[in-house]
């Protein structure tokens, strides 16, 4: 497994890389955005550890940029931005884990693994319900006519809905098992990763709306049969 570390500190990245090393993965690392923004979409890498607080593109921006483009790499930010709101900033923005500074690099392990075990069963290879599917191995969501790859985000939240059809999901339990976040911050990432569905599932078609139903005030549920 290759893996990318965008890092400015050099005692951090050198504590990172040597213990990414032992632990048996392959590091490459740089210490700017713009620098590491580039290795990405070279698409040689199979997970990307961040900082934010970088020169000449910050980790934020980076992410949002990969993101808007439809770049599905898991990432992992690392970062001495530890308050609430930054870190749930990230995970709207399309990180897969947050790490705040200082840390432990059996954790970053751990968490570089959960990530990485965050599927389907390798066995499965597709899901689907009514006139949606999911090609799991590439993440891609077929909605009638349209097509999109999800982020690792929005196909976990996609999925975890598609276990029950019609079942209404609360916010919380969405959080707990997508974010795995056991308590509710009062935040929207719930809200916004939704949307992004609806967006990428409605784009260009105005035959079909989107597979999700918001239930007010309660959460959400995939429909067990389109309206259209």
Same mark, same amino acid.
């Given at each position: 497994m290759?893996?990318?570390?965008?890092? =400015?500190?050099?005692?951090?990245?050198?504590?990172?890389i040597?213990?990414? $090393?032992?632990?048996?993965?392959?590091? =490459?690392?740089?210490?700017?955005?713009?620098?590491?923004?580039?290795?990405?979409?070279?698409?040689?890498h199979? #997970? %990307?550890?961040?900082?934010?607080?970088?020169?000449?593109?910050?980790?934020?921006?980076?992410? &949002? $940029?990969?993101?808007?483009?439809?770049?599905t790499?898991?990432?992992?930010?690392?970062?001495?931005?530890?308050?609430? !709101? =930054?870190?749930?900033?990230?995970?709207?923005?399309?990180?897969? /884990?947050?790490?705040?500074?200082?840390f432990?690099?059996?954790?970053?392990?751990? &968490?570089?693994?959960? %990530?990485?075990?965050?599927?389907?069963?390798? *066995?499965? $290879?597709?899901?689907?319900?009514?006139?949606?599917?999911?090609?799991?191995?590439?993440? @891609?969501? *077929?909605?009638?006519?349209?097509?999109?790859?999800?982020? $690792?985000?929005?196909?976990?939240? #996609?999925?975890?809905?598609?276990?029950?059809?019609?079942?209404?999901?609360?916010? *919380? *339990?969405?959080? @707990?098992?997508?974010?795995?976040?056991?308590f /509710?911050?009062?935040?929207?990432?719930?809200?916004?990763?939704?949307?992004?569905?609806? &967006?990428?599932?409605?784009?260009?078609?105005?035959?079909?709306?989107? !597979?999700?139903?918001?239930? &007010?005030?309660?959460?959400?549920?995939? @429909?067990?049969?389109?309206?259209?």
């Amino acid at each position: 497994m290759k893996i990318l570390l965008i890092e =400015d500190e050099a005692k951090i990245a050198e504590f990172v890389i040597k213990g990414l $090393q032992q632990a048996g993965y392959e590091v =490459d690392h740089v210490g700017d955005g713009a620098s590491g923004l580039a290795l990405i979409l070279e698409g040689q890498h199979d #997970l %990307v550890i961040l900082d934010v607080m970088l020169p000449k593109l910050n980790g934020f921006d980076l992410l &949002r $940029q990969l993101r808007q483009d439809g770049n599905t790499m898991p990432v992992i930010i690392l970062s001495a931005k530890v308050d609430l !709101p =930054d870190r749930l900033l990230g995970f709207e923005i399309g990180a897969d /884990d947050y790490l705040p500074k200082p840390f432990f690099v059996e954790e970053l392990i751990a &968490r570089i693994r959960a %990530v990485m075990n965050r599927k389907v069963p390798e *066995q499965v $290879q597709h899901m689907s319900s009514h006139h949606l599917t999911l090609d799991v191995v590439n993440r @891609k969501a *077929q909605w009638h006519e349209v097509s999109a790859i999800l982020s $690792q985000r929005e196909f976990s939240l #996609l999925a975890y809905l598609m276990r029950s059809p019609g079942h209404i999901y609360s916010r *919380q *339990q969405i959080l @707990k098992h997508v974010w795995e976040i056991n308590f /509710d911050p009062e935040t929207n990432v719930v809200d916004v990763c939704v949307r992004r569905i609806k &967006r990428k599932l409605s784009r260009n078609s105005n035959e079909h709306s989107s !597979p999700i139903e918001s239930v &007010r005030g309660v959460g959400y549920r995939l @429909k067990v049969e389109d309206a259209a």
